[in-house]
């Protein structure tokens, strides 16, 4: 079993930057891809960012040149640092991570949600 604990959300002014963190613990073997989503006030949850464990990323066009995610391996942590922040990023920030993890003589990947930071932009 995988446990993914977010940080680093809360209230900013419009412009502003915030860094969110992303703690994966637990059964690792290796991390096949960390990323983030967001669920706006009243919207579906959507895609934002994600990073390979070989270190490849993809984006949102939306925060494409604004956020940058970034992975580090070795702690099992990914981050996301948000710049140029627009109160439409308002949103609950959730961390994601397929996790491989070796059973016997095989390997099972499994995906794992974190519960959520609030990023708040304020105008």
């Known amino acids: 079993q995988v446990r993914l604990v977010e940080s680093g959300g809360g209230l900013v002014q419009a412009g502003g930057s915030l860094r969110l963190s992303c703690a994966a613990s637990?059964?690792?073997?290796?991390?096949?891809?960390m990323g983030w989503y967001r669920q706006p006030p009243g919207k579906q949850r959507e895609f934002v960012a994600l990073v390979t464990g070989g270190g490849s990323t993809s984006y949102v066009d939306s925060v494409n040149g604004r956020f940058t995610i970034s992975i580090d391996t070795a702690k099992n942590m990914v981050y996301l640092q948000m710049n140029s922040l627009k109160p439409e990023d308002t949103a609950v920030y959730y961390c994601n991570a397929a996790i491989n993890a070796l059973i016997g003589s095989y390997i099972k990947t499994t995906d794992y949600w974190g519960q959520g930071t609030q990023v708040t932009v304020s105008v």
């Open positions: 637990g059964t690792i073997s290796s991390i096949k891809t």
